[in-house]
Structure formats: C-alpha cells, structure tokens
C-alpha cells in the first residue's frame, strides 16, 4: 500500500476489519450490519464485572440473510419464522422446561400475534 508516495509495506488487504461474522471472510465494500436492542433499559450502567446477557452488536455481515442465519445459528439463537432478518432484532428470552439457562430467540417485532421460534 502507498500513503502519500509512502510505501507502507505491513498493510495488506488480508488485515482489514470489515469481515463477515457468519462466515468470517473479508468484506468488500460496506458491510450489512445488525444490532440488538436491549433486553431492558437499565436504570444504571453496568459494571464492566456484570455479564451481559446477550451482545447487542452491531454485529456486521454480506448482504445475504443467510450468513446472519448461520451467526445465529453458532450462538445458539433461535429465529422467529414470522420475521425476517433486519438490521435491528429484538431478543426474546426463552425459558428452559426444566429451569435450566434460558434461550434467546430474535425476532424483528414487526408482527402482532405470538413468536413461533424455530432453530436458525
């Protein structure tokens, strides 16, 4: 790479940030990115010793749906079939039969009647 007739010899295009988080190749150009909201407004900032429940992101991705499928997927999430993939989901908290951890599912929110969770 050259800067200003510089030539700068540790800049590759293999070290650029902008990858794929579902299939974590390169980018080219600018990437879909994803965010999600907060389970619930806190009445104070977290410690940095808490452990969030979920990440919300912005988490960035190609322009298929498909590579967010797949993030969600490896994470374990569930996916509302009623929703589509948008870049703002909503977490929905799915609680275990047998009291176990809860499960997240996320939805875009864009319909009225009840989730119908499914594995992404």
């Given amino acids: 790479m050259e800067v200003v007739n510089v030539r700068i ?35 104070r900032a977290a410690d ?3 452990d969030p ?5 912005p988490f960035q991705f190609h322009s298929d749906p498909a590579h967010v499928r797949r993030w969600m997927a490896e994470k374990g999430y569930l996916f509302c079939r009623k929703g589509e993939v948008r870049e ?6 799915v609680p275990a039969a047998d ?6 599912g996320l939805c875009d929110g864009l319909h009225r ?8």
């Fill in 48 to 50: 940095w010793t808490d």
């Fill in 113 to 120: 009647d009840d989730h119908e969770l499914v594995p992404a």
């Fill in 88 to 93: 703002i989901m909503r977490p929905i908290p």
């Fill in 99 to 104: 009291g176990g951890a809860v499960r997240w």
């Fill in 53 to 57: 429940a979920i990440n919300p992101g």
């Fill in 9 to 43: 010899t540790t800049v590759t295009e293999d070290n650029v940030a902008r990858r794929c988080d579902g299939c974590l190749e390169v980018i080219d150009g600018t990437p879909w990115r994803l965010s999600i909201l907060d389970i619930v407004a806190p009445e």
